[in-house]
């Protein structure tokens, strides 16, 4: 095994990437109060790249009002945000970094409340329980025509590609369940009109952008929930997708009961680390397995020859060296790991060996849309201040606005 592996540059449509780690989509709950740009989000963003990560996929942006998931998401749903985006995409090239725009609609897993989302049938959402009517063929077509407008405004703002959010139980999500989409029109009905609404944004989409403009997806290839969606269709609709023109697919899971359905806890946490990071809670509890969406990703990799990026409890250098030398992904997304350790990528190609520092506690995703993303770990102090919102009942309160 050779561990320059990852550090050998990497390609997606026509972007080139110095590396093959990238930052997994990661929302920041730090934008203004309409969706803006923040100074703390052009940080974050100058941060990553500063460190050497290779492509930094953004936290998922809202494509319509409709659309939106939670309070201080970034939005990409209209003309006054390209300033705002145009920083974004300079703070990363800067450093030489590259950086797609994540084009989401939360459909009917939207946590805002007042907000009216959209959903191919009115299912309750596995997640949040939210029912809302179903769309209309207006409605999905205004839909789809978000996504492409999104997109040619990453374009305007000098983003290096759009990700497609197609996985973890949202609008496109939805569509592409049988659990949530139970129309019998040209919508709905069987695995193959369950693929339309995916590939009509993907294709509204690639004609919103120039050719060189890298497309890419981020797909669900099985429902999380019981009965849902299996794995041959997940694969088969990725390869329906590579033939419409994602330039690459990124491995996740559909429809999801809990946040922890798509980012496992306690990723290769042992007893020894468990007690460093005081998780008292895990000392008699194995380890999760690390990289748990590999088995579908080697599925898709018989069926598809565009290059996939794995997602997904990577936690060791050894684990993400074998994944791209065996040739199980072309690239390693990381999310968690990267809220504590912006500069892990550099440690790594100083040599580091052994675990990264997050234990995958998840309280950085408790409080989403609460507190603007940080590690609530470290340091100590924080774990205080977690503890205390929640005995002051800050979580029950869903919606209120996030504090910092
Ligand atoms: C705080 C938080 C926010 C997330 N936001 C997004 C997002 O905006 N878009 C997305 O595709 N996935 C999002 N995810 C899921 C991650 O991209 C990733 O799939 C998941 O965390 C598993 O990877 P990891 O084990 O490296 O964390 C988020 C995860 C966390 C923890």
């Given amino acids: 095994m050779s561990a320059g592996v990852l550090f050998q540059p990497g390609r997606i449509g026509s972007v080139e990437i110095a590396n093959r ?10 934008a203004g109060e ?21 492509l930094i996929l953004s936290g998922h942006m809202y494509c319509h009002t409709r659309g939106q998931y939670a309070t201080r998401q970034v939005g990409i749903h209209e003309d006054g945000m390209v300033p705002g985006l145009t920083r974004l995409a300079e703070a990363v090239h800067r450093h030489g970094g590259k950086l797609f725009a994540q084009l989401a609609h939360a459909g009917s897993q939207s946590r805002v409340v007042g907000n009216q989302p959209l959903a191919p049938s009115p299912i309750p959402n596995a997640l949040t329980g939210r029912v809302v009517g179903a769309a209309s063929e207006a409605e999905i077509q205004e839909a789809i025509a978000a996504f492409a407008a999104g997109a040619a405004r990453a374009v305007q703002a000098g983003f290096d590609g759009l990700h497609i959010h197609g996985a973890n139980g949202y609008l496109i999500s939805e569509f592409s369940s049988p ?12 695995p193959e009109a369950r693929d339309t609404f995916f590939v009509e944004v993907l294709k509204a989409v690639r004609k919103a952008v120039p050719t060189r403009m890298a497309v890419t997806v981020k797909v669900g290839l099985q429902d999380a929930v019981p009965g849902g969606m299996q794995i041959a269709e997940g694969v088969r609709r ?29 990723v290769a946490v042992g007893r020894r680390r468990a007690l460093g990071d005081l998780l008292l809670h895990r000392l008699l509890s194995p380890p999760h397995p690390e990289a748990y969406f ?5 599925l898709l990799r018989k069926r598809v020859s565009k290059p996939i990026i794995l997602v997904g409890g990577m936690r060791t250098p050894t684990t993400m060296e074998l994944i791209v030398e065996r ?6 997304a990381l999310a968690r790991p990267f809220i504590r350790e912006p500069d892990l990528v550099v440690k790594l190609a100083e040599g580091r060996r052994g675990p990264v520092a997050c234990t995958s506690c ?3 995703l408790m409080h989403e849309s ?3 993303l940080r590690c609530w770990r470290i340091p100590r102090r924080r774990l205080m201040e977690h503890a205390l919102y929640r005995l002051r009942g800050g979580f029950r309160e869903a919606h209120r606005p996030h504090t910092d």
């Fill in 21 to 30: 780690l990238v930052r997994a989509g990661t929302s920041e709950t730090a």
């Fill in 34 to 54: 309409a969706g803006e740009i923040t100074e703390k989000l052009v940080e974050i963003y100058e941060d990553l790249a500063r460190n050497r990560v290779g």
């Fill in 179 to 190: 659990l949530t989409n139970q129309r019998t029109d040209r919508w709905g009905g069987s």
């Fill in 238 to 266: 990725c390869g329906i997708l590579a033939g419409a023109g994602a330039d690459a697919i990124e491995v996740s899971c559909n429809a999801m009961r809990l946040p922890s359905d798509s980012a496992k806890e306690y």
């Fill in 294 to 298: 590999l088995e579908p990703a080697r």
């Fill in 327 to 332: 040739g199980d992904a072309d690239f390693v």
């Fill in 362 to 364: 998840n309280l950085c």
């Fill in 370 to 372: 609460h507190h603007s």
